[in-house]
Structure formats: C-alpha cells, structure tokens
C-alpha cells in the first residue's frame, strides 16, 4: 500500500520549508451561449456551478439553472484577458441541456434535485447530488452514472447509487495526480462541505474521501475518509466568529478541491464571509432590509476563500494515527488574485496544462438584459514559494 520510505519522503519535502505562497496567473476569460434555440432544456443563468473538463481538456460539462438539474457540454473556446465582458469569446455548444434529476425514467425515490459535483470517468460522466433541503438528513443516495459522457441526450442511466459518507461526501469529484495515486491506493477523491441547509448532514468544513472507480460498479460505493467534520466535531466550534479571523464561519462555503501538482496540499476554495468580524442572524441592512438568514455582520467582510491542507496530515488519519475531524487547515485566506467581488460557483483543474478553472456567477450583466451569467477565468498554477 504505503511504503515507509516514500511516506517518509514526502515528510521531508513538507517540513524541509514553510510555504507562504501558492501562485496562480490569470491566463484569460470567456463567457457562455445564450441563443435560447441552442440551449435545450435549461440556461446558463442561476447556475448550480459544477463544471467538469471532459478527458481532453477542451470542452466543459456544466450545470445549469439550479432548478431543472441539467447539464449540458460548452467548447472552451480561445481565452481573452480583458476585464471587459464585451471582449470576452463566447464558448460554443457542444451538447445542449439535458434534464437528468426531473427525467421520468430517472428513478429518485429519495428526490435528489441539486447537482453537486460532476467527473468524466473512462468516458462516462459520474455525478453527485443531494436534496437541497433534506429535512430528515436521512437521504443515502448520491451518485449516477450517465454511461456515455459525450452523448447526454441518449445515455443509459444508472440506479441512484451511495457514496459511503452521504452527502458528507457527495460534492466534486476529482482525479489524483499520478505520483499520488500509489501512495494513497487510490485514483480519485470526492469531497464536500457545509454549502447547503441542514449542517446535520454535512461536513462543517471540507472534507476529502478516497475510491476508486471500478467501484463504480458496486451499488455502495466504498470510501475513505482522510478530512471531515460534523456538529458534533466541526472544523470550528464557533461558526458565528464570536472571536476574530476564524477559520470556518457560517458563511462559509468550499465548491472544489484537488491536490497541487507538485506539492503535497490539498487545495479547496470558494467563498466565506464574517471571517474577521463575525456572523449575525436576519441582520437589518440597509433601507429596512433583513438578510434571509446567517450574514456577515459588516456587509464587506466577504470574500472569495481558501483552504490548504498538508497531506502528510491527512496520511496519519488514513493510517489511524488521527481523526479526521482533528487536522486543520495548513494555510487559509482570500484568494486576492481573484478581482471579483465573492462569487465562486464552482471549479475545475486541469492537471495537463496546470490550468484552474473558475466559474464566477453573475458577472455577465450585458449579454441579457434580464438576467447576469457566469463567466469562467482561468488561472495557471505557477507553484509555490517557501521561505
């Protein structure tokens, strides 16, 4: 499985320097379709955020309105680094919208409806969703196979299968860099966190599960849990920040992981907020108005967020030498190369090119009239400095 040797090896590298740094370059920008003819049967608008590279690299699957559980194919076509949406290329469709969890002969007996992570694997497109309010928190089911990745409209469809660690685990799906794969048996992770209501289900903080894909077979999918929290040992007690520059607020949402190429990191980002000044409940804001629930209490304290974790870390829990819920983040912050104001949906990363994917919602406010679009920014991974 794990050799000592190695493991010890990847100590060294870890501890040999701190990391202070981790460097990406915005590389360039483009925006997506809105001719309705072309669509299909959703938009790009109101995005759920999931993107996933198909296996070359050159085309994104995507999610669509968060109500009608749709995915559709984009061609990435040439990106322009211009901060004006206007300049910006408009990528192609490849496949139009198809409905997958509002499909009759999609059998979803436990009413999944919201699409949380998508990976092609051998050329089938495995997908994650949850129910957007589970009540109960007692739904099993998270994950179908559509059987053929570049024909969504005439694919077979899997039963509903279980990912174990529920919607703990069911968010995105990403491959192991190769060097990683031996040493953690394993080509894939699925990880996820507290983006969604009922926190009794999820993992207050991101978490990270190993499997591997011929288990994609089975109706249960084992799993293994290296990072992950729960009410009853969250990443932070103290979600509403009663103290200053916590790490986990209720605001708090991670949409992507993966682990850097080079480094021995797992890497998560999205967005968080009350970070330094804390989080308040149906605030009043400006002109009478209340937030719809947790909010920061200073409206500016917002941002789009990071969180790394140290492998070395999360390889003494896979060895039972500590607890999931007792690691914690190696480094965490704003992600200051991002311009935008907080806005990541969702993420991909192309371990080919050491390109990041971001798809940032609602910063298209000119291409319709009546509703903004995402727009995706690219970013290459330059690595990181140390001291």
């Known amino acids: ?12 590298i870890n501890s040999a ?4 740094n981790i460097n990406f370059e915005w590389v360039g920008s483009f925006k997506f379709p809105t001719k309705r003819e072309v669509l299909g049967e959703s938009r790009f608008a109101f995005t759920a955020g999931v993107i996933a590279l ?3 690299g050159d085309s994104l699957f995507v999610t669509g309105h968060k109500q009608f559980g749709g995915i559709a194919e984009i061609k990435i076509p040439p990106l322009v680094k211009s901060q004006e949406i206007k300049k910006l290329n408009v990528a192609s ?5 198809v409905k997958f969890l509002r499909k009759k002969h999609l059998y979803n007996p436990q009413k999944l409806d919201t699409i949380t992570g998508m990976r092609v694997i051998d050329g089938k497109l495995v997908v994650n969703a949850i129910e957007y309010y589970d009540a109960d928190a007692n739904n099993t089911q998270t994950t179908f196979v559509i ?14 299968k279980e990912l174990e660690g529920a919607a703990r685990a069911s ?3 990403t491959p192991l860099p190769q060097k990683w794969q031996y040493i953690l048996n394993s080509k894939y992770l699925v990880g996820h966190a507290s983006n969604y209501p009922i926190f009794s289900r999820l993992s207050i903080g991101p978490s990270l599960f190993l499997f591997n894909k011929n288990d994609l077979n089975q109706s249960v999918i084992p799993t293994r849990e290296l990072l992950g929290f729960s009410l009853k040992n969250p990443l932070e007690k103290d979600i509403y920040n009663v103290r200053e520059k916590t790490t986990w607020t209720a605001n708090s949402r991670a949409v992507f992981g993966f682990i850097l190429p080079d480094l021995p990191i797992y890497y998560t980002l999205g967005t968080s907020a009350g970070n330094k000044y804390g989080v308040g409940y149906k605030l009043k804001r400006s002109a009478g108005k209340s937030c719809p629930g947790q909010c920061p209490i200073d409206p500016t304290d917002i941002y789009n967020y990071y969180w790394t974790w140290s492998l070395n870390e999360l390889f003494k829990v896979d060895m039972g030498e500590k607890k999931s819920f007792n690691i914690r983040p190696s480094m965490h912050g704003s992600m200051e190369f991002i311009d935008e104001h907080p806005s990541i949906l969702g993420a991909d990363f192309d371990y080919k090119n050491n390109l990041l994917y971001i798809l940032l919602g609602g910063l ?11 727009i995706v920014k690219v970013f290459k991974y330059l690595g990181a400095k140390s001291d």
Not at 1 to 12: D, V
Not at 93 to 97: I, L, S
Not at 364 to 374: A, G, H, I, R, V
């Open 147 to 160: 059987s053929n990745a570049s024909n969504l409209k005439n694919s077979t469809i899997s039963p509903f």
């Open 364 to 374: 298209d406010k000119e291409s319709l009239n009546y509703e903004p679009l995402p």
């Open 54 to 56: 198909n296996e070359k």
């Open 1 to 12: 499985m794990k050799t000592l040797s190695f493991f010890i090896f990847i100590f060294m």
């Open 17 to 20: 320097s701190a990391i202070d």
């Open 171 to 173: 968010g995105w799906i």
């Open 93 to 97: 469709m490849v496949q139009p919208f």
